[in-house]
DNA sequence: CTGGATCCACACAGATACTG
DNA sequence: CAGTATCTGTGTGGATCCAG
């Protein structure tokens, strides 16, 4: 929420004044995966000066777009998690997500991967319509799980119980973006699974992507 | 497109590292209603400082969402237009205008309303399955036409032969937020038209908006 | 250790004037 | 018409410091 206006009666214009500045809609897609700390957001987002990270949540609570909790002692924590109001910027994020992830290279050496990155990237490009079924997905570290009944979507973090396991390594582009081959994937080391290669291939059905340009 | 990344393997930060900067998305919201050349731009965004605006065609256009031409002799005129990798930012931006449009309070003085405004209001609001209607949409010297043929809706410039007529007055908020009534609204003086108060409800609930939180 | 606040340097935005 | 040039100020980045 910059002091500064657009001075247009406009709802694209209005909302870029609430959410347009630098940051603001990455700290918006991580707390879409879930309420967080402040110490997580920096967390996932590493490369955020801590002074700006205090400014944007302040702007956002007093814009009615995320609320600051304390949490009831012994933990006495303070949580930061989205109204209403805010979440219902996931369709622009993840429409965000949509756009940009077409002009996602391979990953690179100074770009991160974090479990927030996954989930929304997930949320992003599902396709409804894809069969049921239940992934579990690793990429280093991290563990995420999607669960798919036909129209409906639910990613989250962590394991689920009974779900194909599916391991990916970098290059993660492939996988970002539905353009696997599931016998080739295997063969070549980009992934594993606990299942087998039509697994990868309806996965990869499931979150498509079309090309950069 | 900053120099400075955000270090995210990210469709969401990827797209703000393209388009996330000061005025580039308004930008886009006015290519998005048709093709321009500068001066237009500039008319349509009177508070962009000049430098700016050549700053972000230059950035837009060197990521490959924007073409400039030089059109043929006699005009020479420069136009700028978006390419195909550019429009597909619509659904980015008429996301941010449904959420960003329920914060519009009353139309305030130092606020302005332009044709691609208004344009892009409608699209953003589209409600899909309304039925069929030719509406054309006064307000002060701008006139945009609707054509809703069940599923597809088209916005544009100025008259629509055949349509019926909506005079608008400020404050437009009922208007771009569907709270219409049309019988109130024609006797308050909000609006007229050449047709009835049925056809002011069925406008608006063509375009409806939630309420702001 | 969490949850910030403070300081400084600098890049970018804003405003305006000017030019091919 | 389509920009460039210049100056100024604010927001951002980066590092460090501090209170509970």
Redesign the pocket.
Known sequence: M???TYGQYCGVARALELVG???ALLIVRDLLVGPK????LRAGLP??????L??R??ELEAAGLVV?TVQPRPSG????ELTGYGADLEDVVLALGRWGARSLGDLRPDEIITPDILVMALRSTFHRGARKAKYELHFGDIVIHALIDADNLTVGLGPLEGAVILEAYAPIAPLLTGAINGAAALKSGLMKTSGTAKDLDHFAAAFPIGPPA
């Open positions: 910059t002091t500064k500045e630098r940051w700390r402040y110490t997580d490369k955020i000066p801590t002074n700006v205090a400014t949540l302040k600051r924590a303070i949580v930061y």
